[in-house]
């Protein structure tokens, strides 16, 4: 079967993801820019970041390329908000669904990851919405916060890595049958 791994990555947490992918199943993995010739894949795997709920590079990737009937699509994304909260999980899903469009959602095997981030890196522009965000998150009751909010303040200005590469091991079992 003729399958790649596309990243959406903006400082490296999915990159580093779709490296570990590639190297245990053997599968040739580039950035969703440098994408060509899909239509000849059987399976595409997209392992992007979550950029304000929506992930990196998919809208783009998705505007030159539609899935054809026979493909198969893993949709992977990267995130700080801990997945194996259900919260998070469907605020990712419902945010999914409608960046990647009904069908398409539905067609796809989907998975949830765990990322990193570091404030010394970020751009001018991440780091003054990050901070925007903080200031208007400070200001709600803490019984309003969700836990995705809760995620951000704990984690704000701060250096923190979850990266888990130990839960690449359901998408690898996937890929093995
Ligand atoms: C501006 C900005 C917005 C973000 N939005 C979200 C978000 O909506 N949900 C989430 O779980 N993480 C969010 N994050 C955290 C990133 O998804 C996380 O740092 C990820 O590991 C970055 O991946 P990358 O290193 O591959 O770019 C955001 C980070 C920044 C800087």
């Known amino acids: 079967m003729k399958t790649i791994i596309l990243y959406g990555s903006k400082y490296g947490s999915s990159r580093k993801y779709a490296e570990k992918l590639s190297a245990s199943c053997n599968i040739k993995m580039i950035s969703y820019e440098q994408a060509s010739h899909l239509e000849d894949m059987d399976r595409i795997i997209y392992i992007g970041s979550l950029y304000a709920g929506g992930v990196f590079g998919l809208s783009k990737l998705l505007r030159r390329f539609a899935l054809k009937d026979h493909q198969q699509f893993f949709l992977i994304t990267v995130g700080l908000a801990d997945p194996n909260e259900e919260e ?40 003054t919405l990050m901070t925007l965000l903080y200031k208007a998150l400070s200001k709600k009751p803490a019984d309003q916060l969700t836990t995705e909010d809760r995620a951000l303040i704990e984690t704000y200005d701060k250096k923190v890595d979850f990266i888990d590469i130990d839960a690449l091991r359901p998408i690898i079992e996937e890929l093995l049958i």
């Open 88 to 127: 998070n999980r469907n605020n990712i899903q419902n945010a999914l669904r409608k960046q990647a469009g009904h069908e398409l959602f539905e067609r796809s095997k989907i998975f949830h990851l765990r990322g990193a981030i570091d404030y010394q890196q970020l751009s001018f522009k991440d780091k």
